[in-house]
C-alpha cells in the first residue's frame, strides 16, 4: 500500500541549529511527495514537494527537503531552526488522482 | 493568492442540531475536499468533488452531507451527529484532480466541531 511513516512523534532542538524532521514512503511507482506544517488551530500549511527532478527541493520559510530513493526517505530540514517553526508537521504521498495520505504527525519544539 | 476560507472557526451542535460547514476559494480551482482531523491525527479524507461532481466518498456516514453548489463553495451539511464526531474539519482545493498526481492541495483554518 502507498503510505508515508514519521518515525519520530516528537523533535526538539535549540535555536539556531539544523533541524531535521523524518520521513519515509512506501510507494509502488514514482512517488509524489508533500510537507506541510500546522500551526495550533490552524489548517495545514504547503511547504514543499517532489515530483522529479532534483533530489534536492526547496520550499517556503526556508525549509528544505531531500529526496533519496535508495533510502526511500524524504527528510525535511533547515539550516538554523526558529522558535517560531515550533509546531506539528506532515509529510504526505499522492496516492491516486485526488486522494492524499498524511503521515501521523511529527511536532517540532524548537528551543529558544 | 493560495486561500481557501472555512466558516464557522468554531461551531457547537447537539446530537439533534442540523448545522452547515461552509468552504470557499477563489483560486480558479476546480477540486475541493473535506478532511476530518482528530487532535493530534493526520486529516482524513471524506469527500472529493471535481468539476462540481462527487468523485470519491471514503465511507463517510450518511449524517455528514457534501454539497458543492459551484465551482468556488463547497459545503458539508451535518445532521444528528455523534460525540465521536468532534473534530477539526478542513477544506482543500487544488487545480483539478484529474490525473494531475503533482498537483498540491491548499487547505484552509478547518472548523472546529463539538459535538454536545
Known amino acids: 500500500a502507498q503510505s508515508v511513516a514519521q518515525p519520530e512523534d516528537q523533535v526538539n532542538v535549540a535555536e539556531g541549529n539544523p533541524l531535521t524532521v523524518k520521513c519515509t514512503y512506501s510507494?509502488?511507482?514514482?512517488?509524489?511527495l508533500f510537507w506541510y506544517v500546522q500551526y495550533p488551530n490552524r489548517g495545514l500549511q504547503f511547504l514543499l514537494k517532489y515530483i522529479t527532478g532534483d533530489n534536492l527541493v526547496k520550499g517556503s520559510y526556508g525549509f528544505e527537503a531531500e529526496f533519496n530513493k535508495s533510502q526511500t526517505s524524504f527528510h525535511l530540514k533547515k539550516p538554523s531552526a526558529l522558535v517560531s517553526d515550533s509546531a506539528l508537521y506532515f509529510c504526505?504521498?499522492?496516492?491516486?488522482?485526488?486522494?492524499?495520505?498524511f503521515g501521523a504527525g511529527t511536532r517540532l519544539t524548537v528551543k529558544p | 493568492d493560495t486561500e481557501v476560507t472555512q466558516t464557522p472557526k468554531h461551531l457547537v451542535m447537539g446530537m439533534t442540531n442540523k448545522k452547515s460547514l461552509k468552504c470557499e476559494q477563489h483560486?480558479?480551482?476546480?477540486?475541493m475536499y473535506w478532511y476530518k482531523q482528530k487532535a493530534k491525527k493526520p486529516p482524513e479524507l471524506m469527500f472529493v468533488y471535481s468539476y462540481e461532481k462527487l468523485s470519491i466518498n471514503e465511507s463517510v456516514p450518511s449524517r455528514f452531507s457534501p454539497e458543492c453548489p459551484n465551482s468556488s463553495l463547497l459545503n458539508l451539511h451535518l445532521h444528528a451527529l455523534q460525540p465521536e464526531d468532534s473534530a477539526l474539519y478542513l477544506c482543500?482545493?487544488?487545480?483539478?484532480?484529474?490525473?494531475?498526481?503533482?498537483?498540491?492541495?491548499?487547505f484552509g483554518p478547518g472548523t472546529r466541531l463539538l459535538v454536545l
Open positions: 504526505a504521498v499522492r496516492i491516486n488522482n485526488n486522494d492524499m495520505r
Open positions: 510507494v509502488s511507482g514514482n512517488p509524489y
Open positions: 483560486m480558479g480551482h476546480r477540486a
Open positions: 482543500a482545493s487544488s487545480q483539478d484532480g484529474k490525473g494531475r498526481y503533482q498537483e498540491t492541495q491548499y
